[in-house]
């Protein structure tokens, strides 16, 4: 069984941070890469982080950048995602993801997706 279940979301303000969680299990966490996603009713899913298995190497969208860090806890097979200067734009269903690295952040593809967690933030 693989599993991903996403917590730390909730109701915040403009300005405010929240830390997102995203626990592995079913599979050796350490050797993937993982990502962070999002979506907002009636919108694509949009891509707003990743981290790969080794070095720690880190992307981020670029509605993000500067705002939000990705890291993770391989003895807790756990991802995080810390958000700060929330704005009313990041409100949307955040989702975690195994990355299976193809080379690049760009190429790589993301499969067994987590339920999510919502982000509301408030203007």
């Known amino acids: 069984q693989v599993q991903l279940v996403e917590s730390g979301g909730g109701l915040v303000q403009s300005g405010d941070s929240l830390r997102l969680a995203c626990a592995a299990s079913?599979?050796?966490?350490?050797?993937?890469?993982m990502g962070w996603f999002r979506q907002a009713p009636g919108k694509e899913r949009e891509f707003v982080a990743a981290?790969?298995?080794?070095?720690?190497?880190?992307s981020y969208g670029d509605s993000v950048k500067g705002r939000f860090t990705i890291s993770r806890d391989n003895a807790k097979s756990t991802v995080y995602l810390q958000m700060n200067s929330l704005k009313p734009e990041d409100t949307a269903i955040h989702y975690c993801?195994?990355?299976?690295?193809?080379?690049?952040?760009?190429?790589?593809?993301?499969?067994?997706w987590g339920q999510g967690t919502q982000v509301t933030v408030s203007s």
């Open positions: 993801a195994f990355g299976y690295w193809k080379g690049s952040f760009s190429y790589t593809q993301y499969g067994y």
């Open positions: 079913g599979r050796t966490f350490r050797t993937y890469a």
């Open positions: 981290i790969t298995s080794g070095s720690g190497s880190t």
